[in-house]
Nanobody, 118 residues
Framework: AQLVESGGGLVQPGGSLRLSCVGS????????MRWYRQAPGKERELVAS????????NYADSVNGRFTISRENTKNTVSLQMNSLKPEDTAVYYC????????????WGQGTQVTVSS
């Protein structure tokens, strides 16, 4: 099983980025998917979650109203649309998959760097 993220990069404050994560080797449509981030010297933070059918989502307070998680099960893809980016959003972003809402993650991606700077 594998998760591969893409879409990271350098963006100015106030800008937008869209991250994508493609899953393979497991039944993607049955998994809860999550986005995490980890900034240098800080603990990993859960940013957003989406249930297997995309009907329920949850966000960290720090990104609520700016980030949107979505998924396309026909393409085994989960995305994170990030708007109004701030320097404090700078981090490595990881996607992860879990069989159960609230359960531990079974799969992790390798991460993609997002840098918000002028």
């Amino acid at each position: 099983a594998q998760l591969v993220e893409s879409g990271g990069g350098l963006v100015q404050p106030g800008g937008s980025l869209r991250l994508s994560c493609v899953g393979s080797g497991f039944i993607f449509s049955t998994y809860v998917m999550r986005w995490y981030r980890q900034a240098p010297g800080k603990e990993r933070e859960l940013v957003a979650s989406i249930d297997s059918l995309g009907g329920s989502t949850n966000y960290a307070d720090s990104v609520n109203g700016r980030f949107t998680i979505s998924r396309e099960n026909t393409k085994n893809t989960v995305s994170l649309q990030m708007n109004s980016l701030k320097p404090e959003d700078t981090a490595v972003y990881y996607c992860a998959g879990s069989r159960i809402w609230g359960g531990r993650n079974d799969y992790w991606g390798q991460g993609t760097q997002v840098t918000v700077s002028s």
